[in-house]
């Protein structure tokens, strides 16, 4: 019994076909009719023929579907990923995700991606505009930076006993003190509680 399956290139239907030798002339018309529409190719009569056909259809599909696709892995990303490390590549060598890729990212013959160590992700509406990193994970505060608040001090006061004016040192009365200082000016991380992935970008099967 022949099975057929159509030419995985392109946008294509997938189709099998069992029939049995005596049904032949009665579709021989819509096979015919098929054939017009669609390329086909004859495999295997094995059910695993047509499986092996399928998958590398599915396959193809989802492989230009994820192009550009960002994941974070907990393990090394496998075949096909580039990690975003900041590493620059030819063009040539991934033509697929090199056309996708925003202008910003590319440079003549080779395209160079963005170093994703320690920073998030967020959202844009324009593909141009992300895989941009910017900002910072630490502030150091400025004085502007600080909330309103006021230093309250009460200078020392001098006290003189009843009697005969004693020697006072006038210029000692009233001289200015400071109120102490604290801090050391470090720099203030601005991160939430977090866990580490490893960000790559797919570029296609290898």
Not at 156 to 185: C, E, F, K, R, Y
């Amino acid at each position: 019994m022949p099975r057929h399956t159509p030419n995985l290139t392109g946008n294509k239907i997938i189709r099998a076909i069992s029939v049995d030798v005596a049904l032949m002339p009665h579709v021989s018309d819509a096979i015919t009719a098929l054939t017009n529409l669609y390329s086909w190719v004859k495999i295997g009569d094995d059910v695993n023929d047509i499986i092996d056909e399928c998958k590398d259809y599915i396959e193809q599909w989802y492989n230009n579907m994820f192009i550009g696709a960002v994941y974070g892995f907990a393990v090394d990303p496998p075949v096909g990923w580039l990690l975003l490390d900041g590493s620059t590549y030819a063009k040539v060598d991934y033509p697929e995700l090199s056309s996708l890729l925003p202008s910003h990212l590319i440079s003549g013959d080779n395209f160079t991606l963005p170093d994703a160590t320690d920073a998030f992700p967020y959202g844009v509406q324009d593909h141009n505009n992300g895989m941009i990193v910017t900002g910072s994970n630490s502030i150091t505060l400025t004085e502007a930076q600080l909330p309103p608040h006021t230093h309250t001090y009460t200078p020392p006061t001098l006290t003189i006993p009843a009697g005969p004016p004693p020697q006072v040192n006038v210029a000692g009365i009233g001289t200015p003190t400071d109120t102490g200082s604290a801090g050391s000016g470090d720099s203030v991380d601005i991160r939430p509680k977090r866990f580490g992935l490893v960000f790559a970008i797919y570029a296609g099967r290898e």
